[in-house]
């Protein structure tokens, strides 16, 4: 079992930027592989992007890629999202997610954070 904790999210003008945390407690970190998700008003949840085990390895959904970028600390038990450039369609709440196969990470994680709000202004 991990439990994950989101962070960070908030309200921003477009063009601005933020970075989510997601910091994962229980079973070793290192064992899992680890994604972020989001979900917009009335739209079903959607990929964003995801990490191997080593942080060596990044998958990102591809209309995203050159704005959003993931990564891990080991040390903090830590996942990130940094997001710049952001657009209002980017607003919806973003979750954080693990599981030990990474074949399953992006499409049906087996565990999920409670999500955290982010608010893109025009």
């Known amino acids: 079992q991990v439990q994950l904790v989101e962070s960070g999210g908030g309200l921003v003008q477009a063009g601005g930027s933020l970075r989510l945390s997601c910091a994962a407690s229980g079973r070793t970190f290192s064992s899992y592989y680890m994604g972020w998700f989001r979900q917009a008003p009335g739209k079903e949840r959607e990929f964003v992007a995801a990490i191997n085990r080593s942080g060596g390895m990044i998958s990102t959904a591809a209309s995203l890629k050159g704005r959003f970028t993931i990564s891990r600390d080991g040390a903090k038990n830590t996942v990130y999202l940094q997001m710049n450039s952001l657009k209002p369609e980017d607003t919806g709440v973003y979750y954080c997610?693990?599981?030990?196969?990474?074949?399953?990470?992006?499409?049906?994680?087996?565990?999920w954070g409670q999500g955290t709000q982010v608010t893109v202004s025009s």
């Open positions: 997610a693990a599981d030990p196969a990474w074949v399953r990470v992006s499409g049906t994680p087996g565990y």
